[in-house]
């Protein structure tokens, strides 16, 4: 083909700094004629706010001095008026030239939640949906010339938030629960596009691959538009190439028939030798780009490029379960090796307020996420799918990323006007995210068999009709919900061991202790695993007024802390509250937070392959919280970060032990394991292991040589001390991994009590009881732990 047939596709971003936006009652934008509003240099605009897309309602008012920092204090609280109104967005561009004659359409990739819009006083039409995207014809209403500032004007309305989660499942992520402000964000919060195509359109692509042997086959699906009223000739062209290292060229062209409308076309390419993209501690993260282009009369209609990874994804299931206790798979198997999931739930995006969020805080925080030894994210149903970059950073660093959809913890109406464009919904999001090698699977609801209300809900109606309709976009394996085998799940027809969140060591601390909550648990997978800590002092003066750092005062409240539970989980790991001050108090709950997690996380991962993931919640946290991350909103990481980056260490030495405190003179036991998630073995490795007295002395001390097997888990052997030391004393068992030549592999310990462990227990017991009381007394809200809130002369 010559180049002169060959007219380029042409792509410009309308995003950035250059927008304004103005907030009026609901229907008054159309009462005062904000669409026809000319694009010339006019006094209207003049007064109106400065704004950024992508962003955010709030974040924008901000910049503005509209409303305070909502992260600050109570201020979130103080903005609600802002949900009530529709805000108006608008932006002026000047068209090149160069796209005159094509066909000309405006994307917008994701807006939260509803909108119209219009160009040059033209009505393009109205969409609904945060996650999907939409686009609007242009062709008859751009104009090419040129003025100052623009002659095009775009004009975005965003409607009043939806305030019923009910209404959008799937369609909106979660705004309401127990760790959520009572305000709804909104805002266009993904880049707004202006594109230039032939008639016929690539509108998705499909690439998966499986593999041959040492080659694979990737498989590919296109999906054309064709507006025209009759079938035509469109020529296909691929190229795949290595992207992040060098490979041989393979090159594809077919010929295919576009009816008119939508159309989809299927064919493959055979990769010699292919390079595998695998998860960071499997294998390397090699990569390939597609290009493709889309051939009509001689002329370049379209092209798209996606980097994909070549891998395969099955599922197999757990050993050691009956099929009265398990119906699913659960063991991921990527490239035909089994993979332990050490998950976090990522508790993003980095900001609620999407306009805070930045490349450069996804990437640092990924980067937090492989020095934490986590190899899988889990995104749950109370926070979005996330932007593509994401995904690609993760493709990069080789973490992969379980995707819930955005249902959690309610009844939800399988009537047609609700699951129809929920599940529509959902397919979208699938279909924006499938070619990412880092996504592994895909899941309906979170908590949404959690009670009675549930099981009478069309709750699992819309998960099962969420999988069906997946079939037909993706290979990604998908689940129903999680978790499956609580008590309503069960009621549903779920078996009793397929899945549970280890959630209630916290919810209800001081009930049971750590040892005896988590090794009671037995299920396949355990999707979440919670516990909590204050961030550190530097971070808290960010967002609790200085006169309510301490004593704590309601922010401390507002911000999610649970204060009766971290005193109960610090009387727990430490015998006592730690609140001798701010300070203490804080690194206090830190530490417990860290000694909970790895005392949880290593019993999971001692028992695969009967246990295949498990996953602490959260990572971190989209707003600034006084819970659950480990690190904390403006990325500092907390103590707790390395005690979960040794628990997840792929070759981790561990200590089993049935309880952490120990009367004088009583005999310690403890099983020493070795757990190996890696695919090789070892051989005559030094296993080394001491314990010292809370003065620092070593009273025992011992080493043996052993042989581990790969991706297995292995007691190697039984320690016993005759305990020796005061009650309320500490004592730490270290062991240490090493090869003959002395290279360190793994290196671990744990701190436990010499004291009572039956009082401990019925003095927590008692904390317990009174944590209830104080509830039933002044209710769940955090006035609980202010009621002088509630009381006013």
């Given at each position: 083909?010559?180049?002169?047939?060959?007219?380029?596709?042409?792509?410009?971003?309308?995003?950035?700094?250059?927008?304004?936006?103005?907030?009026?009652?609901?229907?008054?934008?159309?009462?005062?004629?904000?669409?026809?509003?000319?694009?010339?240099?006019?006094?209207?605009?003049?007064?109106?706010?400065?704004?950024?897309?992508?962003?955010?309602?709030?974040?924008?008012?901000?910049?503005?001095?509209?409303?305070?920092?909502?992260?600050?204090?109570?201020?979130?609280?103080?903005?609600?008026?802002?949900?009530?109104?529709?805000?108006?967005?608008?932006?002026?561009?000047?068209?090149?030239?160069?796209?005159?004659?094509?066909?000309?359409?405006?994307?917008?990739?994701?807006?939260?939640?509803?909108?119209?819009?219009?160009?040059?006083?033209?009505?393009?039409?109205?969409?609904?949906?945060?996650?999907?995207?939409?686009?609007?014809?242009?062709?008859?209403?751009?104009?090419?010339?040129?003025?100052?500032?623009?002659?095009?004007?775009?004009?975005?309305?965003?409607?009043?938030?939806?305030?019923?989660?009910?209404?959008?499942?799937?369609?909106?992520?979660?705004?309401?629960?127990?760790?959520?402000?009572?305000?709804?964000?909104?805002?266009?919060?993904?880049?707004?596009?202006?594109?230039?195509?032939?008639?016929?359109?690539?509108?998705?692509?499909?690439v998966e691959s499986r593999l041959d042997?040492?080659?694979?086959?990737?498989?590919?699906?296109?999906?054309?538009?064709?507006?025209?009223?009759?079938?035509?000739?469109?020529?296909?062209?691929?190229?795949?190439?290595?992207?992040?290292?060098?490979?041989?060229?393979?090159?594809?062209?077919?010929?295919?028939?576009?009816?008119?409308?939508?159309?989809?076309?299927?064919f493959e390419m055979q990769v010699k030798?292919?390079?595998?993209?695998?998860?960071?501690?499997?294998?390397?993260?090699?990569?390939?780009?597609?290009?493709?282009?889309?051939?009509?009369?001689?002329?370049?209609?379209?092209?798209?490029?996606?980097?994909?990874?070549?891998?395969?994804?099955?599922?197999?299931?757990?050993?050691?379960?009956?099929?009265?206790?398990?119906?699913?798979?659960?063991?991921?198997?990527?490239?035909?090796?089994?993979?332990?999931?050490?998950?976090?739930?990522?508790?993003?995006?980095?900001?609620?307020?999407?306009?805070?969020?930045?490349?450069?805080?996804?990437?640092?925080?990924?980067?937090?996420?492989?020095?934490?030894?986590?190899?899988?994210?889990?995104?749950?149903?109370?926070?979005?799918?996330?932007?593509?970059?994401?995904?690609?950073?993760?493709?990069?660093?080789?973490?992969?990323?379980?995707?819930?959809?955005?249902?959690?913890?309610?009844?939800?109406?399988?009537?047609?006007?609700?699951?129809?464009?929920?599940?529509?919904?959902?397919?979208?999001?699938?279909?924006?995210?499938?070619?990412?090698?880092?996504?592994?699977?895909?899941?309906?609801?979170?908590?949404?068999?959690?009670?009675?209300?549930?099981?009478?809900?069309?709750?699992?109606?819309?998960?099962?009709?969420?999988?069906?309709?997946?079939?037909?976009?993706?290979?990604?394996?998908?689940?129903?919900?999680?978790?499956?085998?609580?008590?309503?799940?069960?009621?549903?027809?779920?078996?009793?061991?397929?899945?549970?969140?280890?959630?209630?060591?916290?919810?209800?601390?001081?009930?049971?202790?750590?040892?005896?909550?988590?090794?009671?648990?037995?299920?396949?997978?355990?999707?979440?695993?919670?516990?909590?800590?204050?961030?550190?002092?530097?971070?808290?003066?960010?967002?609790?007024?200085?006169?309510?750092?301490?004593?704590?005062?309601?922010?401390?409240?507002?911000?999610?802390?649970?204060?009766?539970?971290?005193?109960?989980?610090?009387?727990?790991?430490?015998?006592?509250?730690?609140?001798?001050?701010?300070?203490?108090?804080?690194?206090?709950?830190?530490?417990?937070?860290?000694?909970?997690?790895?005392?949880?996380?290593?019993?999971?991962?001692?028992?695969?392959?009967?246990?295949?993931?498990?996953?602490?919640?959260?990572?971190?946290?989209?707003?600034?919280?006084?819970?659950?991350?480990?690190?904390?909103?403006?990325?500092?990481?907390?103590?707790?970060?390395?005690?979960?980056?040794?628990?997840?260490?792929?070759?981790?030495?561990?200590?089993?032990?049935?309880?952490?405190?120990?009367?004088?003179?009583?005999?310690?036991?403890?099983?020493?394991?070795?757990?190996?998630?890696?695919?090789?073995?070892?051989?005559?490795?030094?296993?080394?292991?001491?314990?010292?007295?809370?003065?620092?002395?070593?009273?025992?001390?011992?080493?043996?040589?052993?042989?581990?097997?790969?991706?297995?888990?292995?007691?190697?052997?039984?320690?016993?001390?005759?305990?020796?030391?005061?009650?309320?004393?500490?004592?730490?068992?270290?062991?240490?991994?090493e090869t003959p030549e002395g290279e360190?592999?793994?290196?671990?310990?744990?701190?436990?009590?010499?004291?009572?462990?039956?009082?401990?227990?019925?003095?927590?017991?008692?904390?317990?009881?009174?944590?209830?009381?104080?509830?039933?007394?002044?209710?769940?809200?955090?006035?609980?732990?202010?009621?002088?809130?509630?009381?006013?002369?």
């Amino acid at each position: 083909m010559s180049q002169q047939a060959i007219k380029a596709v042409t792509e410009i971003d309308l995003s950035g700094n250059h927008w304004k936006m103005q907030g009026i009652r609901p229907g008054a934008g159309i009462e005062q004629g904000f669409p026809e509003m000319a694009s010339e240099y006019q006094g209207t605009f003049f007064n109106w706010n400065q704004a950024t897309v992508p962003g955010d309602v709030y974040t924008d008012l901000q910049r503005n001095g509209e409303i305070d920092d909502p992260y600050f204090g109570r201020n979130f609280g103080k903005a609600k008026w802002v949900q009530e109104l529709e805000f108006w967005y608008f932006t002026k561009f000047n068209a090149p030239k160069s796209m005159e004659g094509r066909r000309l359409s405006i994307t917008f990739e994701g807006v939260d939640y509803s909108c119209e819009a219009w160009l040059n006083g033209h009505y393009l039409g109205s969409h609904e949906g945060m996650f999907s995207k939409f686009e609007c014809d242009i062709t008859d209403v751009v104009r090419f010339d040129e003025w100052y500032e623009g002659c095009n004007i775009l004009m975005v309305k965003l409607d009043p938030p939806p305030r019923n989660h009910r209404q959008v499942a799937g369609r909106k992520f979660c705004f309401g629960g127990d760790y959520m402000p009572d305000v709804v964000p909104f805002g266009i919060w993904r880049p707004v596009k202006l594109r230039a195509t032939g008639d016929i359109r690539i509108e998705a692509t499909r690439v998966e691959s499986r593999l041959d042997g040492a080659d694979a086959i990737v498989c590919v699906e296109v999906e054309l538009h064709n507006p025209l009223d009759a079938d035509v000739g469109v020529g296909l062209d691929a190229v795949l190439q290595g992207e992040n290292f060098g490979s041989q060229r393979y090159d594809k062209q077919l010929t295919v028939r576009a009816s008119s409308g939508l159309s989809y076309h299927n064919f493959e390419m055979q990769v010699k030798q292919a390079k595998l993209w695998w998860p960071w501690d499997m294998g390397e993260q090699h990569l390939y780009q597609l290009d493709l282009t889309a051939q009509y009369n001689g002329t370049i209609e379209d092209s798209r490029s996606e980097v994909i990874g070549i891998r395969e994804i099955a599922m197999e299931m757990n050993p050691g379960f009956t099929e009265d206790e398990v119906e699913y798979p659960w063991t991921f198997v990527i490239n035909g090796k089994p993979a332990f999931l050490r998950s976090a739930c990522w508790g993003g995006q980095p900001s609620m307020l999407y306009g805070r969020n930045t490349d450069e805080k996804y990437r640092a925080r990924l980067e937090m996420v492989l020095e934490a030894n986590i190899n899988n994210l889990r995104i749950f149903g109370w926070h979005p799918p996330e932007v593509p970059y994401f995904y690609e950073l993760c493709d990069r660093l080789g973490i992969t990323v379980w995707t819930n959809f955005s249902f959690a913890t309610q009844a939800y109406s399988a009537a047609p006007q609700y699951l129809e464009p929920a599940v529509e919904e959902c397919v979208e999001i699938v279909k924006d995210r499938r070619n990412h090698p880092s996504c592994i699977f895909f899941m309906g609801g979170e908590e949404v068999y959690f009670s009675q209300a549930h099981v009478e809900s069309g709750n699992k109606q819309i998960m099962q009709a969420i999988g069906a309709a997946l079939e037909h976009v993706t290979n990604i394996p998908y689940g129903d919900a999680s978790p499956l085998s609580g008590e309503f799940g069960q009621a549903l027809g779920y078996k009793p061991k397929e899945s549970s969140h280890a959630n209630e060591h916290y919810y209800a601390a001081g009930l049971n202790l750590m040892e005896e909550y988590y090794t009671a648990l037995d299920y396949c997978v355990i999707p979440e695993l919670t516990a909590a800590s204050a961030p550190a002092v530097e971070s808290l003066r960010k967002f609790i007024p200085e006169d309510e750092l301490w004593p704590m005062g309601p922010s401390w409240g507002y911000h999610w802390a649970d204060i009766d539970i971290l005193k109960n989980l610090n009387v727990e790991v430490f015998g006592d509250e730690c609140t001798g001050s701010l300070e203490e108090f804080v690194e206090a709950t830190q530490i417990a937070q860290g000694m909970i997690f790895q005392f949880a996380l290593e019993h999971f991962r001692r028992r695969k392959p009967r246990v295949s993931a498990v996953a602490l919640c959260h990572f971190m946290t989209h707003m600034p919280d006084i819970k659950w991350g480990i690190i904390d909103y403006y990325g500092n990481k907390k103590l707790s970060f390395d005690d979960v980056a040794r628990a997840y260490q792929p070759l981790l030495v561990s200590l089993e032990y049935s309880k952490r405190r120990w009367l004088p003179g009583e005999k310690f036991t403890a099983g020493l394991f070795i757990v190996n998630d890696f695919h090789q073995d070892y051989r005559n490795l030094l296993l080394s292991w001491k314990i010292t007295d809370s003065e620092g002395q070593c009273v025992l001390e011992d080493s043996m040589s052993v042989d581990v097997e790969t991706n297995s888990s292995c007691e190697f052997q039984q320690l016993q001390w005759k305990v020796d030391g005061v009650e309320n004393a500490q004592f730490v068992v270290s062991m240490r991994l090493e090869t003959p030549e002395g290279e360190l592999l793994s290196c671990n310990h744990h701190t436990l009590l010499i004291g009572d462990q039956k009082k401990a227990k019925e003095m927590l017991f008692k904390r317990w009881q009174n944590t209830v009381e104080r509830k039933d007394m002044h209710g769940k809200s955090y006035y609980r732990y202010f009621p002088e809130l509630q009381n006013f002369e």
